[in-house]
Each structure stands twice: as C-alpha cells, then as structure tokens.
T-cell receptor
C-alpha cells in the first residue's frame, strides 16, 4: 500500500493564480480531509468528505474548493491564490466511524 | 467546543530517560484519541490509537493511556533515543453529525540529547 499520497511536494504561485493539490489513498477509506498547518496555529481543517459525492466544510474553507468523484481521490482547488494561503497542506484519510487517521507527506505552498 | 492542550510545549531529555507527554481535553464525549509524531518538514505519523472504551495501548517502547473522565491522556516513552526527537501531537475524535472530526493539540517538541 502506498497509503496517502500528495502532489506536488512544493509549489510557488503568484497572487491570483489557481491550482489543484492532488491527494490519493489506496486504503479504501471513506473519510478524507484537507488540513493546513501554520506556525502557532496548529492543524486546521479545510474541507472533508465522508464518501464519493459528499463533501463538507471545515474550520477554514474560504478560498478553497473540493470534490470527491471517487473513493480514492480528493483534490483541493485554490481558486485565486492569496499570500494568506501560504502554508503546508496535508491530506488525510481514515475508516469511519473511528479508525486511525493517516496523513500524506504534505504540500508546501508559497504564494507571492 | 473541544479544546486540546499539550504540556509541556517543549522538552529536552538525555538519552536513556523515560518520559511522559501529557494531553488534556475539555469534552469527554470522544470516539477515540490518537497520538502522532511529526518530524521537521514531514507529515504526521500515527503512533497509537486508543478507542473510548480502552484504557491504554502499547507499541514497542510507547505506551499511551486514556482517562476519559478526567479528560487526560499520557504518552510514555521508555528508554528514549535521539531518533525519538520530533514533535508529538495528540488528537481527539468526536461525533459531530456527519462524521467524527479530529481536534488537535499544538504539540510537544521533544529533543533527546546524546
């Protein structure tokens, strides 16, 4: 099993550009989620999904879109990047209702 | 709102010492509690998962306990090694309707010195 994979590992964007962060898991987990991690702020939930076709907002959803067309994939879209979105982004997945959560290696995003 | 606190924020110990990391949470109605480690520049690695019906879990030199009634968990690391140096985070899971969500503590940064 590859577990949870994320691409790219690092990305630099200019303000106003859009991009998609990719996330995939091969563990057949129903639940997938996106977090951002910032110094002093800890991990904050952006969006999550409990299955294909079902998504919901977390704590900090503004500026981000998600979709879940398959069990395996959960991409995160930045519609118009802002410097405040400079962060490290982690994708995670787990079995519902109370399985262990597994994280991907992260994507470092710098918005200039 | 669930709040998760980890004390201390940072800890430095000499190699070979046994140590305890603390995690406290305000709402005892949880599904489970999970301990992670995070190395600098890396993702989170799951260490131990304790379901709400369990009191402790063990993996190698690690032992995690859970006391739901007092809102506390401890991670015990035996015979610490320099390779244990990392940030350790705890997270509690609570049913919020459509799915249980994790609330993370801000972590304890551990350094094990030679």
């Amino acid at each position: 099993n590859a577990g949870v994979t994320q691409t790219p590992k690092f990305q630099v964007l200019k303000t106003g550009q859009s991009m998609t962060l990719q996330c995939a898991q091969d563990m057949n987990h129903e639940y997938m989620s996106w977090y951002r991690q910032d110094p002093g702020m800890g991990l904050r939930l952006i969006h999550y999904s409990v299955g294909a076709g079902i998504t919901d907002q977390g704590e900090v959803p503004n500026g981000y879109n998600v979709s879940r067309s398959t069990t395996e994939d959960f991409p995160l879209r930045l519609l118009s990047a802002a410097p405040s979105q400079t962060s490290v982004y982690f994708c995670a997945s787990r079995l519902l209702p109370s399985g262990a959560q597994y994280f991907g290696p992260g994507t470092r995003l710098l918005v200039l | 709102k669930q709040e998760v606190t980890q004390i201390p924020a940072a800890l430095s110990v000499p190699e070979g010492e046994n140590l305890v990391l603390n995690c406290s949470f305000t709402d005892s109605a949880i599904y489970n509690l999970q301990w992670f480690r995070q190395d600098p520049g890396k993702g989170l690695t799951s260490l131990l998962l304790i379901q709400s019906s369990q009191r402790e879990q063990t993996s190698g030199r690690l032992n995690a306990s859970l006391d739901k009634s007092s809102g506390r968990s401890t991670l015990y690391i035996a015979a610490s090694q320099p390779g244990d140096s990392a940030t350790y985070l705890c997270a509690v899971s609570k049913n919020t309707g459509t799915a249980s969500k994790l609330t993370f503590g801000t972590g304890t940064r551990l350094q094990v010195t030679l």
